[in-house]
């Protein structure tokens, strides 16, 4: 990428929707290993610190594989949305950019976190390896073309708020799939299973 609208189509592709790329790499890490974290490690963890308050605790240990999923694929689909008009824009969507930096900034949470804990949590090993270095590489890109917009205390706000937002958001939307799948399925009569349409007449 350059300073022209256009530059390079493989850099605009590279630097934008290489945030699409990284993310999904880093959440398949969080796929994989977040329930049996939450049912192996979040009890040793609630032991050792006592003072965090009962419910964060209860929420995580609840963590259903399934719905952690689809709440993934919701985010996907906001990151997905932040790529495009990244690519659009040539980088200089304030999205985009947003997008990018609550990226980032999500990785050095992972860090923090494993360091609090004294352990593996999920996404810790993609967070170091590839989200922050991805930021840093992208920032670097879009400051070289004259597109980065300042790194400013509001901006890194925004940035957390936004990656913040879109995670409640996005575990929101999965919960009200989740819950609303048992109501398309078949019930249970005896030991046959009757739909619904069927066991209203």
Same mark, same amino acid.
């Not at 605009?12 to 945030?19: H, K």
């Not at 040539?90 to 804990?117: I, K």
């Given at each position: 990428?350059?300073?022209?609208?256009?530059?390079?189509?493989?850099?605009?592709?590279?630097?934008?929707?290489?945030?699409?790329?990284?993310? /999904?790499? $880093?959440?398949?890490?969080?796929?994989?290993?977040?329930? !049996?974290? #939450?049912?192996?490690?979040?009890?040793? &963890?609630?032991?050792? $610190?006592?003072?965090?308050?009962?419910? @964060?605790?209860? #929420?995580?240990?609840?963590?259903?594989?399934?719905?952690?999923?689809?709440?993934?694929?919701?985010?996907?689909? @906001?990151?997905?949305?932040? #790529?495009?008009?990244?690519? +659009? /824009?040539?980088?200089?969507?304030?999205?985009? =950019?947003?997008?990018?930096?609550?990226?980032? &900034?999500?990785?050095?949470? $992972?860090?923090? =976190?494993?360091?609090?804990? !004294?352990?593996?949590?999920?996404?810790?090993?993609? *967070?170091?390896?590839?989200?922050?270095?991805?930021?840093?590489?992208? +920032?670097?890109?879009?400051?070289?073309?004259?597109?980065?917009?300042?790194? !400013?205390? +509001?901006?890194?706000?925004?940035?957390?708020?936004?990656?913040?937002?879109?995670?409640?958001?996005? $575990?929101?939307?999965?919960?009200?799939?989740?819950?609303?799948?048992?109501?398309?399925?078949?019930?249970?009569?005896?030991?046959?299973?009757?739909?619904?349409?069927? *066991?209203? +007449?």
């Amino acid at each position: 990428m350059n300073a022209s609208p256009t530059g390079p189509a493989i850099s605009r592709s590279a630097v934008t929707l290489g945030l699409l790329a990284a993310w /999904t790499v $880093h959440d398949l890490e969080e796929v994989a290993t977040m329930a !049996r974290w #939450s049912r192996t490690r979040v009890p040793a &963890l609630r032991e050792r $610190h006592p003072r965090v308050p009962d419910r @964060i605790w209860r #929420s995580m240990e609840a963590v259903d594989g399934r719905e952690f999923a689809t709440a993934v694929g919701v985010m996907g689909l @906001i990151v997905a949305a932040a #790529s495009a008009d990244g690519y +659009r /824009t040539g980088g200089r969507s304030s999205f985009y =950019q947003a997008s990018l930096n609550g990226f980032g &900034l999500h990785g050095l949470v $992972h860090m923090a =976190q494993a360091a609090a804990t !004294r352990g593996y949590t999920p996404g810790v090993v993609t *967070s170091p390896l590839l989200v922050v270095p991805f930021t840093l590489w992208a +920032r670097g890109r879009l400051r070289r073309a004259g597109v980065l917009r300042p790194a !400013r205390a +509001r901006d890194i706000a925004s940035g957390l708020a936004l990656a913040g937002a879109a995670t409640a958001a996005a $575990h929101a939307v999965a919960r009200r799939i989740r819950r609303a799948a048992p109501a398309r399925q078949p019930r249970v009569r005896g030991l046959v299973l009757v739909p619904r349409a069927a *066991s209203a +007449r």
